[in-house]
């Protein structure tokens, strides 16, 4: 894959990247399950084959750039300690999305604001793209839906239920290359709590 380069220079193959936290394997089975039953009632494959996940920021970046910005990740998430992550009830974005609530949303917002402060410019590609970082934490049902889908899915699940909770110990690093159609992983970083002395390449 890597040897597929978008203008015979190594290194400059662009990559879509996410930033994201996954359930485990237990909750992720509901959470598919729940995917599954919004695909086949309301039409949308959308739901189908999206991950359940927590997107905490999205970007686009060359090859060249992934050891620096995966080293950077690293530093993040050695410094930082696991926490709880309850998810609850139903939300949506009129009129294309519906989505399952995280109630718990401090730890996750304070990982992105320190994403954001300590990363975002080895993510900036230019001007035209940017890295966006997720400040209102959900696990996407549906998505991209048409006016009857998303009038219809609404009505029902803004009276459904919903809880689970999990302890988020990682965040992965996904990619896929402009001719992929699916992300994959990358790179793990897990939360360890520890004291990170110096933050190098800080000017870069």
Known sequence: METRINDGLPGYQLYDHLLVLTPPEELWGRLMKLKEEFAE??????????????ILASFRQYAM???RIVNRLSNIAMSF???????????????????????SRLP???L????RTEAQRLMKLDELNKPQFMMEPHITIGRK?????????????????????FIADNMLLLKKAENESRFHVAERFDFQNLP???KQGELF
């Open 65 to 67: 750039m992934e050891e």
């Open 108 to 110: 996750i917002q304070k």
């Open 81 to 103: 300690p696991p926490f709880k992550v309850e998810l609850k009830d139903f939300g949506s974005f009129p009129s294309h999305t519906v989505y399952i609530n995280v109630s």
């Open 41 to 54: 009632k309301f039409k949308t494959d959308h739901a189908r084959w999206t991950r359940p996940q927590i």
């Open 145 to 165: 839906l048409v006016p009857w889908q998303y009038e219809k899915s609404w009505l029902e699940f803004s009276q459904r239920h919903f809880s689970g909770k």
């Open 112 to 115: 992105v604001r320190t994403i």
């Open 196 to 198: 990170v002395v110096t």
